[in-house]
């Protein structure tokens, strides 16, 4: 069965140190959505791309947030400078083109010291 | 504004059913979610319903959706231990490029 793929699954780093995340769609997804979950929170959707576009980064921290899906496959999302309140899971989600729903892959666990 | 609400814990014993807890406030939800994570890993889709559906069952799993009151529940037969997670739900925005807003789940405990 396929899956999104997602590495590294954890990352330490310390705080205005940079850091990216990257994910491999399930393939034939047109849909890519990065998530951030807090711990004890549900995620919260930070950048859509629908192909090689964004659809929607209303809720990215454009500041010190980046992400990118070139060729409209694998995405790479990156923090620069990372701040401690960055520490969160970050999901990857993928979904075809003509349905709602949503497949995570395992995330990344981001902890800044 | 799009706020979705869950029940924060819910321990059962092994064997009985559990039933799992959603409000939503945005009536022009198409379809909803129930999400399953183990600790520290991602979610796992477990079932969903379409916003004019009222019930969906898929093996040990009942969904039932009242959109009056916009509610949802998940219904587990014959908890298993293995069940144990949290467990999510989350409406999908009409007109919202499939944007998923989530609750900030409950927390499933089955003991013996």
């Known amino acids: 069965e396929a899956e999104v793929a997602q590495s590294p699954r954890y990352k330490i780093t310390e705080k205005s140190q940079a850091v990216a995340f990257w994910c491999d769609p399930i393939?034939?997804?047109?849909?890519l959505y990065w998530y951030r979950q807090i711990l004890g929170q549900g995620p919260e959707l930070l950048v859509q791309?629908?192909?090689?576009?964004?659809?929607?980064d209303s809720q990215l921290p454009k500041d010190r947030f980046s992400a990118e899906r070139l060729k409209g496959v694998d995405s790479t999302l990156k923090i620069q400078p990372a701040e401690l309140g960055d520490s969160a899971m970050y999901l990857c989600?993928?979904?075809?083109?003509?349905?709602?729903?949503?497949?995570f892959g395992p995330g990344t666990r981001l902890t800044v010291l | 504004g799009e706020d979705v609400e869950q029940s924060l814990f819910l321990s059962v014993r092994e064997g009985d059913s559990s039933v799992i807890n959603c409000t939503y406030t945005?009536?022009?939800?198409?379809?909803l979610y129930w999400y399953k994570q183990e600790p520290g890993a991602g979610l796992q889709l477990l079932t969903y319903?379409?916003?004019?559906?009222d019930m969906k069952q898929d093996q040990r799993l009942t969904v039932l959706l009242n959109k009056k009151d916009k509610h949802l529940s998940l219904r587990i037969a014959d908890t298993q231990t293995g069940d144990s997670a949290i467990y999510f739900c989350?409406?999908?925005?009409?007109?919202?490029?499939?944007?998923?807003?989530f609750g900030a789940g409950t927390r499933l405990a089955v003991h013996p």
């Open positions: 989600a993928s979904s075809p083109v003509d349905t709602d729903t949503q497949y």
């Open positions: 319903i379409f916003s004019n559906m």
């Open positions: 945005d009536s022009s939800s198409t379809y």
């Open positions: 989350a409406e999908s925005l009409f007109g919202g490029y499939n944007k998923l807003i």
């Open positions: 393939s034939g997804h047109a849909t």
């Open positions: 791309f629908q192909d090689e576009s964004v659809v929607d």
